[in-house]
């Protein structure tokens, strides 16, 4: 999902200055498959998709600026080419000459810039639960969360407890590692989220948060590579229209899945099923097999 200030040219930078990204990359071998979390997630949440990737692939995955181990933003830049200009470097720095990109809510907007500008590098796009035009109520609540959660936590328990209040189909092993790596200890014993307050942004004006929408739209309708868009049948987020109007009218290659059992976070409510959808695209991708 986008942020409340995403505009699409960051304030004052015609080139944003890129940030080191934290990332885990396991195997370090493999086609490179690059995972990026969502709105006041990190890396974690992805854990289990990710060691579930054949072996002939190799996940990468990272924690977005202001979130977990990356580091916050000097000048509280957090739009979305900022976001972009991240990932950019950190494929570059892996040297990594192509790869799969993978992506969840405000992820999946960085990774359609991103692969937008990056051209016949990205093998394919997968869009989990997000695309150019989401669904207010649900984006504000999503918000709304995320700001609740900037306090302080007795025990990372207490703040496990909070992450299953608002992901109370989620798995118990994805919340256990989301929660350890989400917090850290202050020097009073308690606990507080690993993630920039500066993140929330302060809310952009309706002309901005349309020319966003228009430049997402136009740089969905630019990828050139495979994009496999992931819904989960009880989103609040991402409406069947507008997924369908991706799949069907935008993208030059898009192929849907819908994940009936799962929300917004589906990679956290059915990782099995997002597992097998995922896999089953990449093969097709890496076969040359169409729908």
């Known amino acids: 999902m986008s942020r409340p200030n995403p505009s699409a040219s960051p304030r004052g930078h015609a080139h ?10 396991p195997r370090g071998a493999g086609i490179p498959v690059l995972f990026v979390h969502g709105f006041g997630h990190n890396r974690a949440v992805w854990s289990k998709l990710a060691r579930s990737l054949p072996e002939r692939f ?36 892996l040297e990594l000459p192509c790869l799969h ?61 909070w992450l299953a ?45 349309a020319e966003t929408t228009r430049a997402l739209w136009q740089a969905l309708g630019a990828l050139e590579c495979p994009v496999l868009v992931v819904r989960g049948g009880l989103s609040a987020i991402l409406s069947e229209k507008v997924a369908d109007e991706m799949v069907h009218q935008v993208l030059r290659d898009g192929r849907l899945v819908t994940l009936p059992r799962a929300g917004h976070g589906v990679m956290l409510d059915d990782p099995e099923g997002l597992a097998a959808a995922l896999s089953t695209f990449l093969f097709s991708v890496a076969d040359g097999v169409g729908d």
């Open 16 to 25: 944003p200055l890129p940030l080191p990204l934290a990332f885990s990359d």
């Open 58 to 93: 190799r996940p990468i995955c990272v924690d977005l600026r202001g979130h977990a181990a990356s580091p916050w933003s000097p000048a509280g830049e957090y739009d979305l080419p900022c976001y972009a200009a991240d990932l950019a470097a950190l494929v570059d720095a």
């Open 101 to 161: 990109v993978v992506a969840h809510s405000l992820g999946g907007n960085v990774a359609t810039l991103y692969a937008a500008g990056a051209g016949s590098k990205i093998l394919s796009l997968t869009l989990v639960d997000t695309g150019p035009s989401l669904d207010a109520s649900g984006s504000d609540h999503v918000l709304e969360e995320v700001d609740e959660a900037l306090r302080s936590f007795a025990s990372v328990a207490e703040f496990r407890a």
């Open 165 to 209: 209040a608002i992901h109370p189909a989620g798995d118990a092993e994805l919340l256990d590692r989301l929660a350890e790596a989400g917090v850290v200890r202050r020097l009073d014993g308690r606990f507080e989220p690993a993630l920039d307050p500066g993140v929330l942004g302060e809310g952009g004006s309706p002309e901005s948060l």
